[in-house]
């Protein structure tokens, strides 16, 4: 028996009429008028089931979303300072805590999971370990993560601009940022100086 779902919405979805054609068991294939105008033929049964929600464009667009750049923009509870890297189909972000300052590398899904680096919900050493910046010392010496030779100033290449932080009490803080190279060292030093860096 033929069931009748002209007319339907299914997510973005809006069932025409039976194309007529069938699937290799059988199934009716369903005309559909996607939200975005495309014109998709769909499976009545995911449909249904909900497996088909959009010609595709619902998918394209989650995938933009994963792939945007977040650079320089926040959510509740981090900041975020550049791209680090890709892997798994994520791309993985250098982020500052807005509750303690520490750097971490997050996921664009961790990026909505998390709640803090961890310092809000008594986070293992070892888990804290391994997000944790190594600027934990009171040095000036470049860390190995520094690429401008300066410590606690990081070039930003998708921006195009350096940014400054510093370490107090064991906290990262964002100082600052700018093009110019030498204003961003100034503000670094100046920090160093205030907090009793040698
Ligand atoms: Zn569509
Ligand atoms: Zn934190």
Redesign the pocket.
Same mark, same amino acid.
């Given at each position: 028996m033929k069931e009748n779902i002209i007319g339907k919405r299914f997510n973005r979805l809006v069932v025409i009429k039976d194309d007529g054609t069938r699937s290799s068991k059988g199934d009716i294939k369903w005309l559909c008028q996607c939200d975005c105008g495309n014109l998709y033929h769909a499976l009545g049964y995911r449909l249904k089931r909900g497996l088909t929600k959009s010609c595709g464009c619902l998918n394209d667009e989650r995938r933009r979303e994963r792939f945007r750049d977040l650079t320089d923009t926040e959510t509740e509870n981090f900041k975020m300072i550049s791209r680090s890297h890709s892997a798994n189909q994520r791309v993985y972000w250098k982020c500052v %805590?807005r509750?303690?300052?520490?750097e971490l590398i997050l996921s664009n899904n961790d990026i909505h999971h998390y709640t803090? %680096?961890?310092?809000?919900r008594g986070a293992s050493k070892a888990y804290m370990d391994s997000i944790r910046n190594p600027e934990s010392l009171r040095s000036t010496k470049p860390t190995a993560k520094s690429t401008t030779g300066i410590r606690g100033v990081y070039f930003n290449k998708r921006k195009g601009s350096y940014q400054a932080f510093i370490n107090v009490d064991n906290k990262q803080v964002y100082l600052g940022s700018s093009r110019n190279f030498d204003e961003v060292v100034k503000m670094r030093r100046d920090a160093e100086r205030e907090y009793g860096y040698k």
């Open positions: %805590c509750f303690c300052g520490n803090s %680096c961890g310092c809000r």
